[in-house]
Structure formats: structure tokens, C-alpha cells
């Protein structure tokens, strides 16, 4: 079984950071792809965020230049730091993960989600 937790998310005031964590624990080999995902209410997921093994990034346009994603290998975490937040950012945010040595554009392995709310 492979687990991922995230923490970081809460309440902040528009134009504010929060910095997201992903940790993955269990039987797990070494995170090729990190992924953040966001879902606000009544809307689909969406992504927002990945990261490949070789440090190449993507980002849904809405957050470019605000939002920074990132890995730590050794520790297998993710991370997204967010700045400059505005409500519509407001959402729950997963994070994803895949370990497989082939990326088809899959998550194999998702996160409980974790609450960011903006505020006015």
C-alpha cells in the first residue's frame, strides 16, 4: 500500500503564500511524476501543478508565475508553494504521484486532499 498525505493548506488573505507538503510512505519505489490538483466547489478537478523526475514542470496558466511546484527525491515529497493567492484559488488541493519508469499520464496514487480557503 503506498500513502499520501498532504499538509499546509488553511485560511489565508488574498495576496497571501501557503506552501503545500506531499508525503508518500509505504511500498513505494522513487516518485517519477508529482502532480497537484485542485477542486473548487461544484467545479471538476483540475490540475495545477506537475513535476517530472527530471525537474520539468507544467502549470495550468491560471497559476503561472504564482505558484511554484517542486520535489524533494531523497525524501520523496512534493511540494507547491503558492503566493500571491486569490479567492478563485479556493479549493481542495490533492496531490498525485507516480512511481512507474514509463509517465502515460496517469496518477497511480492520490492524496486525501487538504483545504485552502481565501479570503477577502
Known amino acids: 500500500q503506498v500513502q499520501l498525505v498532504e499538509s499546509g493548506g488553511g485560511l489565508v488573505q488574498a495576496g497571501g503564500s501557503l506552501r503545500l507538503s506531499c508525503a508518500a510512505s509505504g511500498n513505494i519505489r522513487s516518485i517519477t511524476v508529482w502532480g497537484w490538483y485542485r477542486q473548487a466547489l461544484g467545479k471538476q478537478r483540475e490540475v495545477v501543478a506537475t513535476i517530472m523526475s527530471g525537474g520539468t514542470t507544467s502549470y495550468a496558466d491560471s497559476v503561472k508565475g504564482r505558484f511554484t511546484i517542486s520535489r524533494d527525491s531523497a525524501k520523496n515529497m512534493g511540494y507547491l508553494q503558492m503566493n500571491s493567492l486569490k479567492l478563485e484559488d479556493t479549493a481542495v488541493y490533492y496531490c498525485?504521484?507516480?512511481?512507474?519508469?514509463?509517465?502515460?499520464?496517469?496518477?497511480?496514487?492520490w492524496g486525501q486532499g487538504t483545504q485552502v480557503t481565501v479570503s477577502s
Open positions: 498525485a504521484a507516480y512511481d512507474g519508469d514509463i509517465w502515460f499520464g496517469s496518477f497511480d496514487y
